[in-house]
Structures are given as structure tokens and as C-alpha cells.
């Protein structure tokens, strides 16, 4: 028997993308920072769409 697991070594990260003008944040550790920059960008460009990205690495392991 297995189970699948976050890799306990590699952190979490998130990313977004504007769906209008191709316009990416900067790579964060949190979503919070992300979800700022997104708006910050909407406030300047009126785009609202946005593709978000959340990507963690995982590993198989034994399950006990």
C-alpha cells in the first residue's frame, strides 16, 4: 500500500497570468502576494481574467 504526499523538501508556489495581455506576477511562496498583484494590475489595465497557478511537487510513498 501507497499514499502520495507533498514533497516535505520542496515548497509550494504560486503564479497568475492575464488572460487578456499575457501579463504574469511575480512567483510567490502564498497565494496573498499573487492575488495583489493581480488586482494591482486590473486597476491599471481594466483586465479581470486571470489564470492561476498553484504547483506543488509530490512523492510516493509507503503508507504505515
Do not use: N, Y
Amino acid at each position: 500500500m501507497h499514499r502520495i504526499t507533498e514533497h516535505p523538501d520542496i515548497g509550494v508556489t504560486f503564479e497568475a497570468q492575464c488572460l487578456h495581455c499575457g501579463w504574469k506576477a511575480e512567483s510567490a511562496d502564498a497565494p496573498a502576494p499573487v492575488d495583489v498583484e493581480c488586482m494591482s494590475h486590473t486597476g491599471r489595465s481594466g483586465h479581470a481574467g486571470f489564470r492561476r497557478i498553484r504547483t506543488s511537487f509530490a512523492m510516493v510513498v509507503r503508507a504505515e
